[in-house]
């Protein structure tokens, strides 16, 4: 049984450019969360997809928009790339709209130069 | 923003002693999670406590909860090498809340437990 997927695992991008990470849910879940994880601190919410609507969303700019798609993987796009984006993004999923024992992929590792 | 504050930043022990991390939060809660983090990849899920639970046990972990302090503690007993990772507090907030239906992480703990 496959764990929470993400892809790339790395992925190197300049300033103003755009990028789309991927995540595929563990085996029977079918929300999605995406968190952005800078160096040192705790992971923070971005958004919240199920039944392919975002249904909560975090302090984040419209820059940072997603999808779901009706196998209930998703998908992360920002756009207009800052310095201040590289972080580590990660994918959790769920079952329902419940945030309980949330399953994480390993992440994506964006760096902007 | 960070909801949780996570206490101390590091620690350091040495393999068979007990391990103790508090966290504390500001807002109402509907329930407080832990999780475990290695080598800055994927947070591992290790125990939830619901806002109207006090204490809770899973293996040689112990979570316990202070809503009135608005604070939880989590201690791992007996602490091997493989424990060592950072540990997170998260908070999820009560139904109509600003919080609800997100999770939201502490800065977390640091441990390293030496063999």
């Known amino acids: 049984d496959a764990g929470v997927t993400q892809s790339p695992t790395h992925l190197i991008k300049t300033r103003g450019q755009q990028v789309t990470l991927r995540c595929s849910p563990k085996s029977g879940h079918d929300t999605v969360s995406w968190y952005q994880q800078a160096l040192g601190q705790g992971p923070q919410f971005i958004f919240q997809y199920y039944e392919e609507e975002e249904r909560q969303r975090g302090n984040f700019p419209d820059r940072f928009s997603g999808h779901q798609f009706p196998n209930y993987s998703s998908e992360l796009n920002v756009n207009a790339l800052l310095l201040g984006d590289s972080a580590l993004y990660l994918c959790a999923s769920g079952r329902g709209a419940t945030n309980e024992k949330l399953f994480f992929g390993s992440g994506t590792q964006l760096s902007v130069l | 923003s960070q909801q949780g504050e996570e206490d101390p930043q590091a620690l350091s022990i040495q393999e068979g002693e007990n391990a103790t991390m508090n966290c504390s939060y500001k807002t109402s809660i509907n329930n407080l999670q832990w999780y475990r983090q290695n080598s800055g990849r994927g947070l591992v899920h290790l125990i939830l406590i619901r806002s109207n639970e006090r204490e809770k046990h899973s293996g040689r972990l112990r979570v316990t909860l202070d809503t009135s302090k608005k604070s939880s503690s989590l201690l791992i007993t007996a602490s091997r090498a493989a424990d060592t990772a950072s540990y997170f507090c998260?908070?999820?907030?009560?139904?109509?809340?600003?919080?609800?239906?997100?999770?939201?992480f502490g800065q977390g703990t640091i441990l390293t437990v030496h063999p």
């Open positions: 998260a908070t999820e907030g009560g139904a109509g809340g600003t919080s609800y239906g997100k999770l939201t």
